[in-house]
């Protein structure tokens, strides 16, 4: 009897635990946010550009899957009123990162992964686009926010042409970055070629590294720099004002980061956000340094090839002409089974960033030119989910 009874009260308190553990996990993904519809993913369906009359419209939408800084999506459009086929592209003074992007030398970059986003959907489209950098003049450098909302980045006009059924297109419907571990396999000569044969010279050229030596120097760079931004409290907490811990934030901001960027999906996503929701600190302060040095130390340890962009000068134009020259790669990376990440710690320009800038800097562009990007590429081990997205109206300056 007294053992009938021990097996009543095991089995009773088992079920409570299950029970118990079931109501958690339910509260989780309602702090979550995990019931309510993904707006923030809606920009990332093949039908939500063709919502749009304007042909305009329609390329800002495709252009807005592209890779930005922090995922900040600084782009803002004018479209012409005067003509249809004319538009402007502007850099969203308000979306700058003044303490890692001092120079929004980053932020450039990605007016230029924006610009080439629009360029291959304009060829499905039907569309030749003509792109004018800086048209009505670079920037007032000791004004710049104010010289960002004034003058374009970019001078858009489309002519009419025959549409082309281009797998670039079908490319950018996928994650433009993924932070996860990929195979240790070198790239074959064939793919080295394709790769480099992207550069457009003029200045921007590609540098592929997957010797040992130069796997070993490069990683290193990576680990140091991370720790060094991971010990820097303001550099930190800006990173950390764009973290979106629940569905809830990620559709009323629909940019910055979430946890879908370190690969987290499913059902675990909604209870690592509930967990993050109702503890923050969990991602915060010291943990979220460890964690960063942990991650970037994961990636490098899985990194069979670091590329660079590199080019003759540092002016406006060449940083949007590198972001132009990324977006062809991670395209035509997708063609070819590879996938990206950029590693832009080393190359940022605040002052404890300082001396492994400038040592990597003279390492591998020792002639006068400038590293715009730092990035790691391989075959994945594992997809990546999609990243927030704005609606594209939210582009759209209102005159």
């Not at 409570?16 to 993904?29: M, P």
């Not at 012409?80 to 003074?93: E, G, Q, W």
């Not at 990440?341 to 030119?369: D, H, K, R, W």
């Amino acid at each position: 009897m007294k053992k009938k009874a021990a097996i009543k009260i095991a089995s009773f308190v088992l079920f409570s635990i299950v029970v118990i553990c079931l109501i958690l996990l339910s509260v989780l993904f309602i702090i979550s946010g995990g019931f309510i519809k993904q707006t923030y993913l809606e920009p990332w369906s093949k039908d939500y550009a063709a919502n749009h009359s304007d042909p305009r419209v329609r390329l800002a939408a495709s252009g807005l899957l592209a890779a930005s800084n922090h995922n900040m999506q600084p782009w803002k459009i004018r479209l012409d009123k005067s003509d249809n086929r004319v538009f402007y592209l502007y850099a969203d003074s308000s979306r700058m990162i003044n303490e890692v992007d001092p120079y929004a030398r980053q932020m450039m970059i990605s007016q230029g992964t924006f610009l080439e986003y629009i360029a291959v959907a304009g060829k499905k489209e039907g569309w030749s686009t003509k792109i004018n950098l800086f048209p009505n003049g670079t920037y007032d450098e000791s004004n710049l926010a104010e010289s960002m909302d004034v003058k374009p980045v970019a001078k858009i006009t489309l002519s009419k042409a025959q549409p082309e059924n281009n797998p670039l297109y079908e490319a950018t419907f996928l994650p433009d970055t993924n932070r996860e571990t990929y195979k240790m396999e070198m790239l074959s000569s064939s793919q080295v070629s394709v790769l480099e044969s992207l550069s457009p010279g003029k200045g921007v050229s590609i540098k592929l590294y997957q010797d040992e030596a130069n796997l070993k120097k490069i990683g290193g760079y990576a680990l140091r720099s991370a720790a060094i931004e991971a010990d820097v409290e303001r550099i930190m907490d800006e990173s950390g004002a764009i973290f979106r811990a629940n569905e809830y934030q990620k559709n009323k901001y629909r940019y910055g980061y979430s946890v879908e960027g370190q690969g987290t999906s499913g059902s675990m996503k909604h209870i690592l956000q509930g967990l993050l929701t109702v503890f923050p600190s969990l991602n915060t302060g010291k943990a979220a340094s460890k964690n960063f040095i942990d991650y970037t130390r994961t990636s490098v340890d899985n990194t069979p090839v670091y590329a660079m962009i590199i080019t003759s000068d540092s002016s406006r134009s060449a940083q949007v002409e590198s972001g132009m020259l990324y977006s062809k790669l991670v395209l035509t990376g997708h063609t070819l089974g590879l996938v990206m990440q950029p590693l832009s710690q080393v190359l940022e320009e605040y002052s404890e960033m300082s001396i492994p800038y400038t040592e990597f800097q003279q390492t591998y562009a020792p002639n006068g030119g400038t590293v715009q990007m730092l990035f790691r590429l391989g075959k994945p081990t594992k997809s990546t989910p999609l990243s927030m997205r704005r609606d594209v109206m939210d582009l759209i300056i209102e005159e």
